[in-house]
C-alpha cells in the first residue's frame, strides 16, 4: 500500500480516512464502556470485566491509528494502519463473539468499503482474508449458539448503520474531490496545450493576436472577470498595462494605466520579487500603510480578489500576468498558482523569442551606435519609394552627407567624444526632415537621407537647405565647442537613376 501511487486518495484525504477510522474506533470504545450502566451488567462480574476490556481494545486501537499518522515515512505508515484494521477484525469478532451471528460479523464489511478507495488492491484481499479466516475460527469454535437480544445488540445495530453511512460520506466526498481534480487536471493540460500549440509560431505580426488569445483563455478556465498583463521597462522603471481580457459585463481597463513608475507600487513589486506572487482574497483588507496606493487602485477598478505571478527571464522580471475577480470574491489552490505559473512561463519564452528576433533584426537593419537604419534598411525603403513613384509619377531624392573636418573631433576628444557629435547629427537630422523621409548612417561620418514622396524638384532644394543649417550652431561635446561643416550631393529619381545602388553611387559622386 504506496500512498504516493494512489490514484484516489491524495495526502490530505489520505489523512482524513485515518482519522475518521481512528474515532470509529474510539467511538466504539465510548459506546462499550456505556454498556457497563445497563441493569443487565449490574452485579455481573463476568460482564463488566469483558466490557473494560473490550473497550480498552477498541481505544489502543484507535489511539494507535491516530499516533501512526506522526510517522513521516508513507509506506510504513500505512502499513501501520492496515496492520491496525486488520488487527481489530478478530479482536472485535472474539470479544463479542455472542453477538457475531447478528451483529458483528458486519464490521468487515466497513473496513471492506473502506479499501476500495485505495489503488492497491492488496488492503482489500487481506481484508477480506482476514475475515473469512475470523468466522471460520468462530464457525469451528463456536457452531452453535443460542443469541440473546438485548438493548446493547440494538445499540450496536445502529451504531454499524451510523458508522457505515458515515464512512460512506467520507469515501464519496473523496470520490467526487477527486473527480473534480481530474477533469481540472484534464482541462488544465487541454488549456496547456492549446496555448503551447499557439505560441510555438509567435512572431511580432501575430503577437498581439495570440497573447490576447492567450489570456481569453485564461479568464474563462478560471472563470475570472479579468485576466491581463503587464509589462515592465526596467530602463525606465515603469509597468505599463500592455494586455487585457474581460468578461462580457466588466468594464475595461486596458490604458489605463500606461508608463506608470514601479515606485508607485512599492507593496506590490516587493511581493512579485521576494515571493513570486500576489494573492488578495480580499481586496479591502490589504494593508493600508503598505499597500496604500495598490488597494486605492484596485478599489477604483471594483476588484474584490487577485491573483498575480511574474513573467520571469533567466535575467529579470519582464512583466506579471492577473486575474482580478470583480462581481464575487475567489480563491485560488495551489495547483491553480502553478498552472499559472506555467503559463506565464510559457508566455516569457513567446516574448523572449521576440526580443531575440528584434535584436536580431535590429543588428540586422539598424546602426548601433546612432539607432538609424544602415545601408542595407536604407536601400529597401529607397526601392519601395521608387516603386511607389513610378506609380504617382512624383520625384525621389537621395542626398548623400558627410562631415567635413571629422578627423580634428577624434583627434581632439578622442572617439568616444566623436561617436557623441555623430549622435547629436543623426538626432538632429531626424528633427528636422518629415516622417515619411529616412535618415540613414551610411557608413563613419557619412549619412544618407531619403525624401520620399516630391511634387517638385525644387523642394529638394529647401529640404537641403535644411540640412545644412544643423552646422550653423557649434556641437558641444565634453565642454568642447566644436564648428563642423557638412558636404551633400543630391540625386534625383527618375533624372539621375532608376534604382536604389545608381542613385546612392550618383549622390556620392554628386
Given at each position: 500500500?504506496?500512498?504516493?501511487?494512489?490514484?484516489?486518495?491524495?495526502?490530505?484525504?489520505?489523512?482524513?480516512?485515518?482519522?475518521?477510522?481512528?474515532?470509529?474506533?474510539?467511538?466504539?470504545?465510548?459506546?462499550?464502556?456505556?454498556?457497563?450502566?445497563?441493569?443487565?451488567?449490574?452485579?455481573?462480574?463476568?460482564?463488566?470485566?469483558?466490557?473494560?476490556?473490550?473497550?480498552?481494545?477498541?481505544?489502543?486501537?484507535?489511539?494507535?491509528?491516530?499516533?501512526?499518522?506522526?510517522?513521516?515515512?508513507?509506506?510504513?505508515?500505512?502499513?501501520?494502519?492496515?496492520?491496525?484494521?486488520?488487527?481489530?477484525?478478530?479482536?472485535?469478532?472474539?470479544?463479542?463473539?455472542?453477538?457475531?451471528?447478528?451483529?458483528?460479523?458486519?464490521?468487515?464489511?466497513?473496513?471492506?468499503?473502506?479499501?476500495?478507495?485505495?489503488?492497491?488492491?492488496?488492503?482489500?484481499?487481506?481484508?477480506?482474508?482476514?475475515?473469512?479466516?475470523?468466522?471460520?475460527?468462530?464457525?469451528?469454535?463456536?457452531?452453535?449458539?443460542?443469541?440473546?437480544?438485548?438493548?446493547?445488540?440494538?445499540?450496536?445495530?445502529?451504531?454499524?448503520?451510523?458508522?457505515?453511512?458515515?464512512?460512506?460520506?467520507?469515501?464519496?466526498?473523496?470520490?467526487?474531490?477527486?473527480?473534480?481534480?481530474?477533469?481540472?487536471?484534464?482541462?488544465?493540460?487541454?488549456?496547456?496545450?492549446?496555448?503551447?500549440?499557439?505560441?510555438?509560431?509567435?512572431?511580432?505580426?501575430?503577437?498581439?493576436?495570440?497573447?490576447?488569445?492567450?489570456?481569453?483563455?485564461?479568464?474563462?478556465?478560471?472563470?475570472?472577470?479579468?485576466?491581463?498583463?503587464?509589462?515592465?521597462?526596467?530602463?525606465?522603471?515603469?509597468?505599463?498595462?500592455?494586455?487585457?481580457?474581460?468578461?462580457?459585463?466588466?468594464?475595461?481597463?486596458?490604458?489605463?494605466?500606461?508608463?506608470?513608475?514601479?515606485?508607485?507600487?512599492?507593496?506590490?513589486?516587493?511581493?512579485?520579487?521576494?515571493?513570486?506572487?500576489?494573492?488578495?482574497?480580499?481586496?479591502?483588507?490589504?494593508?493600508?500603510?503598505?499597500?496604500?496606493?495598490?488597494?486605492?487602485?484596485?478599489?477604483?477598478?471594483?476588484?474584490?480578489?487577485?491573483?498575480?505571478?511574474?513573467?520571469?527571464?533567466?535575467?529579470?522580471?519582464?512583466?506579471?500576468?492577473?486575474?482580478?475577480?470583480?462581481?464575487?470574491?475567489?480563491?485560488?489552490?495551489?495547483?491553480?498558482?502553478?498552472?499559472?505559473?506555467?503559463?506565464?512561463?510559457?508566455?516569457?519564452?513567446?516574448?523572449?523569442?521576440?526580443?531575440?528576433?528584434?535584436?536580431?533584426?535590429?543588428?540586422?537593419?539598424?546602426?548601433?551606435?546612432?539607432?538609424?537604419?544602415?545601408?542595407?534598411?536604407?536601400?529597401?525603403?529607397?526601392?519601395?519609394?521608387?516603386?511607389?513613384?513610378?506609380?504617382?509619377?512624383?520625384?525621389?531624392?537621395?542626398?548623400?552627407?558627410?562631415?567635413?573636418?571629422?578627423?580634428?573631433?577624434n583627434d581632439t576628444i578622442g572617439h568616444s567624444g566623436g561617436d557623441q557629435v555623430l549622435q547629436i547629427v543623426a538626432h538632429n537630422l531626424t528633427q528636422i526632415l518629415r516622417k515619411t523621409d529616412t535618415v540613414a548612417r551610411f557608413g563613419g561620418d557619412e549619412f544618407l537621407i531619403l525624401v520620399n514622396n516630391i511634387e517638385e524638384i525644387e523642394e529638394i532644394t529647401k529640404v537641403a537647405d535644411k540640412v545644412m543649417e544643423i552646422f550653423k550652431k557649434p556641437f558641444a561635446v565634453e565642454g568642447h565647442e566644436f564648428f563642423l561643416t557638412g558636404s551633400a550631393?543630391?540625386?534625383?529619381?527618375?533624372?539621375?537613376?532608376?534604382?536604389?545602388?545608381?542613385?546612392?553611387?550618383?549622390?556620392?559622386?554628386?
Open positions: 500500500m504506496n500512498g504516493r501511487d494512489d490514484l484516489i486518495l491524495t495526502s490530505a484525504s489520505r489523512f482524513k480516512l485515518y482519522f475518521v477510522l481512528s474515532i470509529l474506533f474510539l467511538t466504539g470504545g465510548v459506546i462499550t464502556s456505556l454498556t457497563y450502566f445497563f441493569p443487565e451488567q449490574m452485579g455481573n462480574a463476568d460482564g463488566v470485566k469483558a466490557t473494560i476490556y473490550a473497550s480498552c481494545v477498541l481505544y489502543l486501537i484507535g489511539i494507535a491509528i491516530m499516533l501512526f499518522q506522526m510517522v513521516e515515512r508513507h509506506g510504513l505508515r500505512d502499513f501501520l494502519v492496515l496492520g491496525a484494521m486488520l488487527l481489530s477484525i478478530p479482536i472485535t469478532s472474539l470479544i463479542f463473539i455472542e453477538y457475531s451471528a447478528i451483529t458483528v460479523w458486519v464490521f468487515p464489511l466497513i473496513l471492506i468499503i473502506v479499501s476500495l478507495v485505495f489503488s492497491s488492491r492488496a488492503v482489500l484481499l487481506s481484508i477480506t482474508v482476514i475475515a473469512v479466516l475470523t468466522q471460520v475460527t468462530v464457525f469451528i469454535s463456536e457452531p452453535v449458539n443460542l443469541v440473546y437480544v438485548d438493548k446493547f445488540d440494538y445499540l450496536l445495530r445502529i451504531f454499524i448503520l451510523l458508522l457505515a453511512s458515515g464512512i460512506g460520506v467520507v469515501i464519496n466526498k473523496i470520490y467526487i474531490s477527486r473527480l473534480k481534480e481530474n477533469i481540472h487536471q484534464a482541462n488544465s493540460q487541454t488549456l496547456l496545450s492549446k496555448v503551447s500549440h499557439k505560441f510555438i509560431r509567435i512572431d511580432k505580426l501575430n503577437m498581439n493576436d495570440i497573447i490576447c488569445n492567450m489570456l481569453g483563455l485564461i479568464g474563462e478556465f478560471f472563470d475570472m472577470d479579468r485576466a491581463y498583463i503587464f509589462t515592465i521597462n526596467h530602463k525606465a522603471q515603469t509597468m505599463t498595462y500592455a494586455y487585457e481580457w474581460c468578461a462580457s459585463d466588466v468594464g475595461e481597463e486596458e490604458g489605463s494605466i500606461a508608463e506608470v513608475p514601479l515606485s508607485m507600487f512599492p507593496w506590490w513589486m516587493k511581493k512579485l520579487n521576494e515571493e513570486g506572487l500576489v494573492y488578495v482574497e480580499d481586496v479591502s483588507k490589504m494593508p493600508d500603510e503598505e499597500a496604500e496606493s495598490e488597494k486605492a487602485q484596485l478599489t477604483q477598478q471594483g476588484v474584490k480578489s487577485l491573483l498575480v505571478v511574474p513573467i520571469q527571464t533567466s535575467a529579470e522580471m519582464i512583466g506579471f500576468v492577473g486575474l482580478d475577480a470583480v462581481k464575487d470574491f475567489a480563491k485560488w489552490s495551489e495547483e491553480d498558482i502553478a498552472l499559472l505559473n506555467i503559463l506565464a512561463n510559457i508566455l516569457s519564452d513567446g516574448l523572449t523569442k521576440i526580443k531575440s528576433e528584434n535584436e536580431i533584426e535590429y543588428m540586422a537593419y539598424y546602426d548601433h551606435l546612432t539607432g538609424l537604419p544602415n545601408r542595407t534598411l536604407f536601400t529597401d525603403r529607397l526601392n519601395q519609394a521608387i516603386g511607389a513613384a513610378s506609380r504617382t509619377e512624383k520625384f525621389v531624392a537621395v542626398i548623400f552627407m558627410d562631415l567635413d573636418g571629422f578627423k580634428v573631433v550631393g543630391i540625386s534625383v529619381y527618375p533624372v539621375d537613376g532608376e534604382d536604389a545602388e545608381v542613385l546612392i553611387k550618383n549622390a556620392d559622386i554628386a
